[in-house]
């Protein structure tokens, strides 16, 4: 069982390793300088950021899922404290009371995007995993600890990972910014009716303060995502660049669009020199750009999609091509470079209310998680036969599941993917609420 005690001792432990965690924003504000920055927490109170929730004694996968799906909405639509002494996450743990199901619990990990992109969500998981199996029995045994023992956590001396753009040189060549003024040449002239023709949801809105995000989840089995990496691999593309195709074709059917517009996430950490010491597997912070890519009807629909069983792989191929020009090109001319011009952030985005969105969609693929990985724990001598015996070290992630907060400003749906080596795909689609009416996402 995922007790109190336990959690809170591989929280510790989290907070020991992650600076990320560590931390709150000011807004600046208070001081007259308007510029957002980091404050490091002395420590953290964890009866404050942890809370507990007993999931509904039902054996239907059906209706867990719609519970789960309550409180990932509800999770995602509340705001952090940006200025006050708090972290910039929380955790919710569901703990399962049904006797005749087997012992389980689910751990919702919510962070602010500042301290993390999607990748970092894994590496808070895999630190708890080891945590987890590494918890002395007394912990595990749930003997009495005195409150601010386990609950009151000083906070880690590690210094905060660099920023993206302290890491890299984000440069951007002559024919890029050409480019750029040549889009904005032709969006000043034509723009509005070429952007009339791009579905896009409702206009960037926030009538309603916090912002509401609607979620539906999708669980792919083990069996079915084996056999469409193999077909990707025939085919000679890949899951992200499938599932770009494969969204971009529901949406243009769905909402009979003549042009779709799908943003995706890349993560940069490739990119940083090995002297920074930052991987996939190990940091938490924010480094990811994105890349974009227009779909018309006739790309998704026509041509020679009838041969190819009725899903156009000449599209996902060409999907994948760009892709891997987009990483070859390093850090050199990717959109996050081009923030560096924008002199106000606050007036950029405000300024977006009321107008059409950019993007169609948005696909977020952050790979697979080990969830068999991780801390082995035990003494020095202590024999293998005993770890096995030792419920603690038999700890596990069998599901893992990822999303985010609707964004005011920006695409009209977003999809967001992970998957669990040997497990499901799990592939969670969230809006903001009247965006996109609820019923052509349920079709």
């Known amino acids: 069982m995922l007790s109190r005690n336990l959690v809170f001792f591989a929280l510790r ?48 996968e059906e209706e867990e899922d719609r519970f789960l799906d309550g409180v990932i909405s509800d999770q ?59 918890a002395p029995r007394s912990i595990a045994e749930e003997t009495p600890v005195p409150d601010d023992e386990l609950a009151i956590v000083p906070t880690t001396t590690k210094p905060l990972f660099p920023a993206l753009e302290d890491i890299l040189t984000l440069s951007q060549s002559r024919m890029t910014k050409i480019s750029h003024m040549f889009t904005s040449w032709f969006n000043a002239w034509f723009g509005a009716r070429y952007e009339a023709t791009k579905w896009t949801g409702a206009p960037h809105h926030r009538e309603s303060l916090p912002t509401r995000t609607l979620i539906r989840n999708l669980s792919i089995p083990a069996a079915s995502v084996n056999r469409l990496v193999s077909r990707c691999r025939s085919e000679k593309t890949s899951i992200t660049a499938f599932l770009q195709t494969l969204v971009g074709k529901v949406i243009t059917e769905t909402f009979e669009a003549r042009r779709v517009r799908c943003a995706t996430a890349i993560s940069v950490r490739r990119f940083f020199p090995a002297s920074q010491k930052i991987t996939d597997h190990n940091a938490m912070g924010l480094w990811v750009t994105g890349s974009c890519r ?91 036969e005993e770890k096995e015996d030792d419920p603690q070290r038999r700890w596990r992630i069998s599901r893992v599941a990822f999303s985010q907060s609707a964004h005011v400003n920006g695409s009209a749906v977003q999809f967001c993917i992970v998957s669990t080596k040997a497990g499901d795909m799990v592939i969670v689609l969230n809006w903001q609420e009247g965006t996109v009416p609820a019923a052509d996402i349920d079709r």
């Open 13 to 60: 432990e989290a907070i020991q390793q992650h600076p990320a965690l560590c931390v709150t924003l000011s807004s600046g504000k208070s001081n007259n300088d308007r510029k957002p920055h980091f404050l490091r927490l002395e420590e953290i109170d964890l009866t404050k950021v942890v809370s507990f929730v007993d999931k509904p004694a039902t054996s239907s």
């Open 76 to 134: 995602n639509s509340r705001e952090f404290d940006t200025d006050g002494l708090l972290p910039l996450w929380r955790i919710v743990v569901l703990q399962q009371r049904n006797p005749e199901l087997p012992p389980a619990a689910d751990l919702a990990f919510v962070w602010h995007h500042v301290i993390g992109d999607g990748l970092s969500g894994l590496v808070f998981h895999s630190t708890v995993l080891q945590a987890l199996r590494s």
């Open 294 to 384: 227009n779909f018309s009807r006739r790309d998704l629909l026509g041509g020679r999609q009838k041969a190819d069983g009725g899903f156009p792989w000449d599209e996902a191929r060409r999907n994948r091509r760009r892709i891997v020009k987009e990483l070859a090109k390093g850090d050199r001319d990717i959109a996050m470079g081009e923030l560096r011009d924008i002199p106000d952030f606050e007036a950029h985005l405000m300024g977006r209310l009321g107008k059409r969105r950019e993007n169609s969609y948005s696909i977020t693929n952050i790979g697979m998680f080990d969830g068999d990985a991780g801390g082995g724990g035990g003494g020095e001598g202590e024999k293998e």
